[in-house]
């Protein structure tokens, strides 16, 4: 079996995670001194082992957005988290946040993005890590915002702002109710992973693919649809498996029926991720060590879903290459 230090060694991909549910404690409760809050404002961060739903484990973002409505604080938010992935050996990420959030202050979508890119290159001097961005709209927000929001990201013009993605309650907020905005987002050259199949929904699944999204944010609905998995496979689309965060919120009920062998049986594209390191209080070394022990994961199989991750990743031709070329070099049987 994988042990947990052979997997931390080994490089590994992230395509899904979100910076403010990855904050460390060490840091959150640093910036709350800062920022004058009471540290027990930070008691609900950890979601519980068993939510409700989703939107119970939404919850533990209130008091983290609380502290993340400067520059300086966005800046050491991002560092903090960068150096969090390198320390376990993950060479590429896409982080994904959702500047909307972020403006209570009345701070400008670039001025948002600047700072957070600012903390991922000071990080990047001393952690072997590239980091691409995706920019999140949330679902609860007005149309008109989120449209705004893909203005300001083309005003942004920085190469590392690679997607757009949806985030928020799959329930509240259908997939047609947002259609509108990622076909501007896709016209605007953004390339488009979608929150979807999340709240046991198969049908947002296949509206995800039919509206311009590659890649899949978590997905796992379509466990109960042979014609769903068959659709996706067909049209290699990635699923960003969570798999700690899936059991969470109740998407999945419990580890034995987590679909992990399901879609590699059914030849889906998945990669493995942690969705809210903090939050969940996970990382990906946990993610691949929990399948290694409920699925007898394998090296062989740890290699491909890395491989996975890096040909469905937004990155340019010439990372991927690169990346590719270190899997193959350090992975050996």
Not at 121 to 137: F, G, P, R
Not at 249 to 258: K, S
Not at 293 to 310: R, S
């Amino acid at each position: 079996m994988l042990t947990r230090e052979k997997i931390k060694q080994l490089p590994k991909i992230e395509l899904h995670c979100h910076l403010d549910g990855s904050i460390s404690m060490e840091t959150l409760k640093k910036l709350a001194i800062k920022e004058e809050i009471p540290l027990k404002e930070l008691e609900k961060v950890v979601a519980p082992k068993k939510c409700l739903d989703l939107r119970e484990y939404l919850e533990s973002f209130d008091s983290v957005l609380a502290l993340l409505q400067n520059e300086e604080n966005l800046e050491i938010a991002a560092y903090d988290l960068v150096k969090q992935v390198g320390e376990e050996n993950v060479r590429y990420i896409e982080i994904r946040f959702a500047p909307l959030l972020h403006q209570r202050n009345n701070l400008s979508v670039e001025q948002i993005i600047q700072a957070v890119m600012k903390g991922i290159d000071k990080a990047q001097e001393e952690v072997d890590v590239q980091v691409n961005l995706l920019i999140s709209a949330m679902r609860h927000h007005q149309t008109t915002k989120n449209m705004e929001l893909i203005d300001s990201i083309k005003q942004v013009k920085d190469k590392s702002v690679v997607g757009f993605d949806f985030a928020g309650d799959e329930k509240a907020v259908s997939n047609r109710q947002i259609k509108d905005v990622v076909s501007i987002a896709k016209q605007s050259k953004l390339n488009i992973t979608l929150h979807s199949g999340e709240c046991g929904c198969i049908q947002h699944v296949i509206e995800a693919i039919e509206m311009g999204a590659t890649r899949i944010g978590h997905g796992v609905a379509i466990k109960d649809s042979v014609e769903a998995m068959e659709y996706c496979a067909n049209q290699h689309i990635l699923l960003e498996l969570c798999p700690t965060s899936n059991i969470q919120t109740n998407a999945i009920e419990t580890w034995e029926e987590y679909p992990f062998r399901l879609f590699l049986d059914h030849h889906i594209l998945c990669s493995i991720n942690t969705d809210n390191r903090t939050v969940s209080n996970t990382d990906l070394t946990n993610e691949f060590f929990l399948l290694a022990t409920y699925f007898d994961l394998t090296l062989v199989e740890m290699k491909q879903l890395n491989l996975n991750a890096v040909e469905a990743s937004f990155s340019s031709v010439e990372v991927k290459e690169k990346l590719k070329n270190m899997i193959h070099r350090e992975y050996i049987y």
